[in-house]
């Protein structure tokens, strides 16, 4: 009779666990929807496959098209691993305990220009109310504008582009007041038309990383920032080094990102009302 309760209970222990692992059976990798699903997959695919061998453990890349989609499978915690910007690593670490891992080296840090033959707009305030190009939000380069301006009435008007240098274009056209751009290529670009001038500069933000959500055990973690950091790891993500101009990737660290999940409190669903699952 012992013998029978001791089966039994080993029996609904076995169960029990079967039934739980699938849980945890898949890791689940993520990007932002920047490519089309041809693009991304010939991206991630590989880092996906490299990863699999890494852990031992299934890694699929799941695509979406839209950031509508994407803000919600973060929020919806359906990620286990991504690549991307320090304002969603930050949002991550703050409210389901993510980690960062590697990321690209260096920073990035923004600037709003207009022309320079513009004499009204002195500086940042003065362009609420005007057109200004941008990508479209949640881009880091633009909520990091956004940010600074306090007053929900008195916001510049975001009028969509698709690279940084179109925002050059479009601003000395006449299109748009201003402008955001990346630093490094405005100074680039500026040089050889001098046709504008910056009247904000950023601060510095830790660029672009693998973080790695609570399903990825600690030794997992170390496993794949190890093996990322590795030559291997540069040849599975050689199309993602190529993609962003990165060289090598480098350890992140945490201290670099608290903080930073401030830039996504005008953003829908992070910082603005709106139910969130719980973070237990």
Not at 234 to 241: G, I, N, P, S
Request: net charge positive; charged share 15%.
């Amino acid at each position: 009779m012992n013998w029978l309760k001791i089966s039994r209970h080993a029996f609904l222990f076995l169960v029990g666990f079967l039934f739980s692992a699938p849980a945890y059976a898949v890791l689940v990798f993520g990007a932002p929807p920047r490519e089309s699903r041809a693009e991304a997959d010939a991206v991630y695919g590989p880092i996906a496959q490299f990863l699999t061998r890494v852990t031992g453990q299934q890694v699929v890349y799941r695509y979406v098209n839209n950031w509508l989609s994407y803000e919600s499978n973060i929020r919806h915690k359906v990620y286990d691993i991504e690549f991307d910007g320090p304002a969603f690593i930050a949002w991550r670490m703050a409210h389901y305990g993510w980690t960062p891992l590697v990321k690209a080296p260096g920073n990035l840090r923004f600037v709003v220009i207009v022309k320079r033959d513009n004499t009204t707009i002195k500086n940042l305030e003065d362009l609420a109310g005007y057109s200004m190009c941008a990508f479209a939000p949640p881009n880091l380069a633009t909520i990091t504008i956004q940010y600074e301006f306090t007053n929900p009435s008195r916001q510049p008007n975001i009028i969509p582009i698709r690279t940084f240098s179109q925002a050059y274009r479009e601003v000395m056209s006449g299109q748009c007041t201003a402008g955001i751009m990346q630093i490094m290529l405005y100074k680039h670009m500026n040089a050889t038309f001098h046709a504008a001038r910056i009247v904000y500069v950023s601060r510095k933000l830790p660029n672009q990383a693998f973080s790695a959500g609570p399903r990825v055990t600690p030794a997992m973690q170390a496993r794949i920032t190890s093996a990322l950091l590795s030559p291997q790891g540069h040849t599975a993500a050689a199309k993602l080094l190529a993609e962003f101009k990165i060289k090598k990737f480098v350890p992140a660290t945490v201290q670099e990102y608290t903080g930073l999940d401030h830039l996504l409190d005008n953003t829908w669903g992070f910082g603005l009302n709106l139910s969130m699952p719980s973070t237990q």
